[in-house]
């Protein structure tokens, strides 16, 4: 071989020699740099995770903070729509440029669903905290009125306690005078044949005036009343009563004398008497006597 072609060989062997290393430095700074991007993915791939799995677990929260079964029931499937993207993902490995592409692209989507969403319900909290104070309010004007009106109520009771007070008969200068068979009194009660009881009504121009039914009971010492027929009763308290005379007048307003007489056809016992007697469901008088 002649010096020539040695040398063209010596040169040709020292620039593949180049060229290799040149290779070999390109094809390890390729390596590196394809290692950093997966790197780089890997990263990207871990903080998208995180984010779908924050968005599904803020679809949780927001279902509880809220009572309508429509909104809730959206939410239950954005929930599990970002769930089944978080698990692609997690399928997904990092050097797979193409699909970690289209998951962030996907992440996009549920971002900006999650904003709407929460723009949404922050206004129905909103309108709930206006509507919950429009309430209160409303609650308190109820409160007030209720107030009132059991105050007037409790006036209203008053005054027709007073009215009826004020419209209701009274007798007075009860006397009772038991006479013998010759008319005149007598306190021996085994002469005693009558009882008169005479008594005043006073003048009432607040009480109705027309026909009013006076009845009188005479109580026996004891206890019992004297009464010509047990079924001679009148309404008193939600109950009735035994009388002993009864008298329809014709009252007109005014001051009005009574007389009324009770014919004694039982034995009578000595000691004290009782005289009650009642008017429109009132008792208006009373008065005692002694028999000896």
């Known amino acids: 071989m002649n010096k020539k072609i040695l040398s063209i060989l010596i040169i040709v062997g020292i620039a593949l020699a180049g060229a290799l290393a040149f290779l070999g430095i390109r094809l390890s700074q390729a ?126 009771k008053n005054l027709n306690e007073k009215v009826t007070l004020a419209s209701q008969l009274d007798a007075t200068n009860i006397h009772i005078s038991s006479r013998n068979k010759r008319g005149k009194e007598t306190d021996k009660v085994k002469s005693v044949i009558k009882l008169a009881i005479d008594f005043t009504i006073v003048k009432n121009i607040t009480a109705a005036t027309g026909e009013k039914k006076i009845y009188v009971r005479i109580t026996k010492p004891d206890g019992s009343v004297l009464t010509k027929n047990p079924s001679n009763t009148f309404p008193y308290e939600n109950t009735q009563l035994e009388y002993s005379i009864k008298k329809t007048i014709e009252y007109n307003g005014e001051e009005q004398v009574v007389i009324m007489y009770w014919d004694v056809e039982e034995f009578l016992e000595a000691g004290e008497y009782a005289v009650h007697i009642f008017c429109d469901g009132i008792m208006i008088g009373e008065k005692y006597f002694t028999l000896s």
Not at 58 to 70: A, G, H
Not at 81 to 106: D, V
Not at 127 to 142: D, G, M
Request: charged letters at 35%; aromatic letters at 4%.
């Open 31 to 156: 390596n590196k740099a394809n290692e950093e991007m997966v790197q780089l993915f890997e990263l990207e791939k871990m903080e998208m995770e995180n984010e779908y799995s924050t968005f599904a677990t803020q679809y949780d929260e927001m279902q509880i903070l809220i009572s309508n079964d429509s909104l809730v029931a959206q939410l239950e499937r954005e929930k599990l729509r970002t769930q089944r993207l978080l698990e692609e993902l997690r399928a997904t490995k990092a050097s797979n440029a193409a699909e970690i592409a289209r998951l962030k692209r996907e992440l996009k989507t549920v971002r900006a669903v999650m904003r709407s969403y929460v723009v949404q319900i922050d206004s129905l909290n909103q309108a709930n905290e206006k509507l919950s104070k429009e309430n209160k309010r409303v609650r308190t004007q109820y409160q007030a009125v209720t107030k009132q009106v059991e105050v007037l109520q409790e006036e209203t």
